[in-house]
Structures are given as C-alpha cells and as structure tokens.
C-alpha cells in the first residue's frame, strides 16, 4: 500500500460543481498536510495548508481527519481556471527528506 | 518568502552525454534542498536531499549525482544520460530547514534523452 494514496481521476465537471478529493495518508506519526496544484507542464504551486480544525480560502476548502488519516480538498463553485492537478503532501514529524507527495487527482472544469 | 531559480527550462539532450542542473534559492538560509523527477502524467519521484553543504542524501540508485557546494546551491548531475533519464526535473525547498511549512519549487527544467 503506498503511504499517501490519491483517487487519480480524471473528475470532470460542469463550470458551477462542487467537487471534493480525498487523500488517505498512513503514517500516524504526521505532522503537516498540503495541498499542491500543478497546471499542465509547470511546478506544483502551494494552495493550502491543512489543519485540523479545516482551512477555507475564498471557494476553497481544507480539511484534515486525524483519526480516519485523511484529509480533504472542497472546491465549490468551479471555475475552468480550477482545471490542473491537485497534489496532497504529508509531513511527517521528522521531516527532512521524509515528506511524501501524492500522485495528483486530475480535474476539469467543462464550460 | 523564498525563491527558487532553476535553469535551463528545457534541455535535449543525446544518450551518453553529461549533464548539469543547476537551482539556487533567494529569501532563505539553511534550506532543505530537493531534487524531484516527474515522467510525463506521473507523480513525483524524490531523486536526492539535502539538510546542509556537503549534506546528500539519495533516495533512488541510478546515474545520477548531486552536490550542495553552497548553503543556497543544489546541482544534479550525470556523467553519462540514459533514455530513461528524461523527465520534468523539479528542484524544491522548505525555508529555514523545516519542512512543517511545506515546499517552494523552481519551475523546472525539462530534460528529453534523444
């Protein structure tokens, strides 16, 4: 079983959806959780962090369950511009090196 | 907050021929440093880390090499590429040597072995 595991989708949705992602992590000993977007061919770019009692930015919403170990991606109202690759990062407590990305859920917004 | 420059942002490259990637980091010191390879539609594959100069740790065996000369430069090279070596090569960086607060990329360099 790998340590972070991602549906890879693709999840296509009419502009207006609400759409969630699921990233289940097995390593209890985890301290900080991220969700990253990556647009065809560019670098991942920071979107969220992650925190237990959730995180919201604008239609975005973030949400981690320590006891089931996973955490949440909620976007509500999608845009085309929300279509990319959305990768979940689990930090453990001690870090350097130990970090593990997801393979990235796939989503596209269809007008 | 940091950045992360990266150069070149596409390389082609023949098979047999050496390589040398070079990232550096602005905004920061004592950097954790990263180097991720990600083939085309797949996820991110930690190729090396490092905690301090001179510091290198490898995740995966293969020709592949990296060096830290400087606190804020990270190099990834090869004596002699492999077809299996092209890929979307992504340097990182967590600020100040602690990974809780995530990661900045640079914006890659995308090698092709011909």
């Known amino acids: 079983r790998k340590e972070v595991e991602q549906d890879p989708g693709p999840f296509n949705v009419p502009e207006g959806a609400t759409v969630a992602f699921n990233c289940t992590y097995s390593?209890?000993?985890?301290?900080?959780f991220f969700w990253y977007r990556q647009d065809c061919r560019k670098e991942p770019k920071l979107l969220m962090s992650v925190y237990s009692s959730g995180n919201e930015d604008g239609r975005f919403t973030a949400q981690l369950n320590r006891a089931s170990q996973y955490i949440s991606l909620l976007i509500r109202d999608s845009k085309l511009s929300d279509s990319a690759t959305y990768l979940c990062?689990?930090?453990?407590?001690?870090?350097?090196?130990?970090?593990?990305f997801g393979d990235g859920t796939t989503l596209t917004v269809k007008p | 907050s940091q950045t992360i420059h990266q150069w070149p942002a596409t390389l082609v490259q023949p098979v047999g021929s050496p390589l040398s990637l070079e990232c550096t980091v602005e905004g920061t010191s004592n950097p954790n440093l990263y180097w991720y390879r990600q083939a085309a539609g797949r996820g991110l594959q930690l190729l090396f880390y490092s905690v301090g100069i001179g510091q290198i740790s490898s995740e995966v065996p293969q020709n592949l090499s990296a060096s830290r000369p400087q606190d804020r430069q990270f190099i990834l090279s090869s004596k002699k590429l492999l077809l299996s070596d092209s890929g979307f090569y992504l340097c990182?960086?967590?600020?100040?040597?602690?990974?809780?607060?995530?990661?900045?990329f640079g914006s890659g360099t995308r090698l092709t072995v011909v």
């Open positions: 390593n209890s000993a985890s301290q900080s």
């Open positions: 990062v689990v930090i453990p407590f001690t870090n350097a090196g130990k970090s593990t």
């Open positions: 990182a960086a967590s600020e100040g040597g602690d990974d809780s607060y995530g990661y900045t």
